[in-house]
Nanobody, 115 residues
Framework: QVRLVESGGGLVQPGGSLRLSCAASESIFRTWPMAWFRQAPGKQRELVAISTSDGSTVYADSVKGRFTFSRDNAKNTVYLQMNGLKPEDTAVYYC?????????WGQGTQVTISS
């Protein structure tokens, strides 16, 4: 079974930056689409960015121009570079991969933007 482990969350001031990582237990990112989601308190989980195996990425309008998805296939790791962070970006961030055998989620990492 695929395991995903996120890291990199924390508390930053508005305008700051964070880089989230999502490490997979096996080499899957070359083949399957991978996504970052987030869930703020009291809100539904929402898509932040989704990237296919050919490298094309689509971002939510709310993060476009501020967040950048990248991957290191050799390390089975994907990243979400977040710049220009705003209080409304506060949420638990999850990575997700959809393979032929199912959909797998990480445990989430908390991102808090506050002064």
């Amino acid at each position: 079974q695929v395991r995903l482990v996120e890291s990199g969350g924390g508390l930053v001031q508005p305008g700051g930056s964070l880089r989230l990582s999502c490490a997979a237990s096996e080499s899957i990112f070359r083949t399957w689409p991978m996504a970052w989601f987030r869930q703020a308190p009291g809100k539904q989980r929402e898509l932040v960015a989704i990237s296919t195996s050919d490298g094309s990425t689509v971002y939510a309008d709310s993060v476009k121009g501020r967040f950048t998805f990248s991957r290191d296939n050799a390390k089975n790791t994907v990243y979400l570079q977040m710049n220009g962070l705003k209080p409304e970006d506060t949420a638990v961030y999850y990575c997700r991969v959809q393979t032929g055998s199912g959909v797998y989620w990480g445990q989430g990492t908390q991102v808090t933007i506050s002064s």
